[in-house]
């Protein structure tokens, strides 16, 4: 299978800083998705991306769907204490969805 | 619109015993997913029904078998439990097989 990198694997930061993840791989995709997963619940979708060079927000969220088709970009901006989550890049593989293995947010008072 | 549904929310089952997962949608998708999340990784697919009346296997398909039984619900079954399907479950419907999933709260399940 094609392998999906997500960095980094964890991050603490604190409160009021903005927050920067990536997912790259060595495939292409057609779309990449961006979820947040909080402590005991599913996965909520963020932002979805579906054309090369697109930049998309979402409030405080701002994800890039990368040139080359082979990586994506998502910054948080000012963090608060919400954001605390597992965050997923899913890109589109074949006919199906793919699960990065996350980047595991924890924000400081 | 309570949106995906799953049940039960947690289960413990012994080694061979078997059991049924529930879902249920009501957002009209076509397409509906069964995922399972072991600890510090991600969600892998292990069956999927693009439309009603098809299902197909995912990435980990061995040890489960499911049924789309209408457009609202998908099973997922095991018919003969191991430890190593410990996991959490998810499950998920989209719009079509090609667009956004939407996720169920989970099924925590145990098996001894």
């Known amino acids: 299978g094609q392998q999906l990198n997500q960095s980094p694997q964890s991050m603490f930061i604190q409160e009021g800083e903005d927050v920067s993840m990536n997912c790259t791989s060595s495939?292409?995709?057609?779309?990449w998705l961006w979820y947040k997963q909080e402590p005991g619940e599913g996965p909520v979708l963020l932002i979805a991306?579906?054309?090369?060079?697109e930049l998309t927000s979402n409030g405080r969220l701002t994800a890039q769907f990368g040139i080359t088709r082979k990586d994506s970009f998502l910054n948080i901006s000012a963090s608060i204490p919400s954001d605390v989550g597992i965050y997923f890049c899913?890109?589109?593989?074949?006919?199906?969805?793919?699960f990065g293995p996350g980047t595991r947010l924890s924000v400081l008072p | 619109n309570a949106g995906v549904t799953q049940t039960p929310k947690f289960q413990v089952l012994k080694t061979g015993q078997s059991m049924t997962l529930q879902c249920a949608q009501d957002?009209?998708?076509?397409?509906m997913y069964w995922y399972r999340q072991d600890p510090g990784m991600g969600l892998r697919l292990i069956y999927y029904?693009?439309?009603?009346?098809?299902?197909d296997k995912g990435e980990v398909p061995n040890g489960y078998n499911v049924s789309r039984l209408n457009k609202r619900e998908f099973s997922l079954r095991l018919e003969s439990a191991a430890p190593s399907q410990t996991s959490v479950y998810f499950c998920?419907?989209?719009?079509?097989?090609?667009?956004?999933?939407?996720f169920g709260p989970g099924t925590r399940l145990t098996v001894l």
């Open positions: 495939s292409i995709f057609n779309t």
């Open positions: 029904s693009a439309s009603e009346g098809t299902t």
């Open positions: 991306l579906y054309k090369a060079g």
């Open positions: 899913v890109p589109n593989y074949g006919q199906n969805f793919v």
């Open positions: 998920a419907s989209s719009r079509d097989h090609y667009n956004e999933q939407f």
């Open positions: 957002m009209n998708h076509n397409s």
